[in-house]
């Protein structure tokens, strides 16, 4: 006797998203309740549940209590994007990573910074400047402030051999960051390190990172001329 094979909630996520991108449900049609849904898959409810949560986080369907679960009338994309380690992404392209600190000093925050990222005025911040090297090319040039409030071991910490990333990654937590990405003009700091003409169009990107709202650090990433960036959703 073949044993059937049991509904896992993948199962029944895969088809609710087959049936929403076939039409059989359109934009803002309601779906069957997660009981009627259970009684089909023959499957616990709590499997359906699952199912439709992970739908709802990737924007594709809304969940509104009382009012029932609907296709979304506009289905949302979200695209992940992991806060790399540059030595990691150098050694991806299979090149020879060579990291080295520039300039570290202890300051008072500067009154933009703590207006941005919501320190006390007198709050005591490391600044740093670092440069990241791709077989000895200039790949990324980095400036970064850690609050020192939020994580008191950095005033020990040795940013000679190991980039401030690579250490914060491994040594303070994080509960939510906020990223920008620009499109700038080298300035003469930039030209001179990253080796391109003042003016130069560069890409860069602002991160911002909390630990249980308290800021822990705000940092500047500048890549080599003609650098991209891609991700998948």
């Known amino acids: 006797m073949t044993q059937r094979k049991k509904t896992g909630f993948q199962d029944v996520r895969n088809e609710v998203l087959r049936r929403i991108e076939d039409r059989h449900w359109p934009q803002g049609a309601l779906l069957p309740t997660e009981l009627e849904l259970a009684a089909e898959f023959g499957c616990a409810r709590a499997t359906v549940n699952r199912a439709l949560r992970e739908l709802a986080d990737r924007g594709i369907i809304d969940r509104k209590r009382k009012s029932g679960t609907r296709v979304a009338m506009t289905p949302v994309k979200q695209a992940k994007l992991d806060i790399a380690v540059v030595r990691q992404q150098i050694e991806e392209i299979n090149a020879t990573y060579r990291y ?16 941005q990222v919501g320190l006390q005025a007198d709050t005591q911040v490391l600044h740093l400047h670092c440069m990241h090297y791709a077989d000895n090319r200039p790949f990324q040039f980095e400036e970064r402030w850690i609050n020192i409030a939020a994580v008191p071991e950095v005033g020990e910490a040795d940013f000679n051999a190991v980039g401030p990333n690579e250490w914060l990654l491994s040594e303070m937590p994080f509960s939510n960051a906020e990223i920008t990405f620009l499109a700038i003009a080298a300035n003469d700091q930039m030209s001179e390190f990253l080796t391109c003409p003042p003016g130069a169009p560069l890409f860069q990107m602002e991160r911002t990172t909390w630990f249980q709202q308290q800021p822990v650090t705000f940092v500047r990433m500048t890549f080599h001329p003609g650098y991209r960036m891609s991700t998948q959703y």
């Open 100 to 115: 080295a600190l520039v300039m570290r000093q202890q300051i008072t925050a500067p009154a933009w910074l703590a207006s």
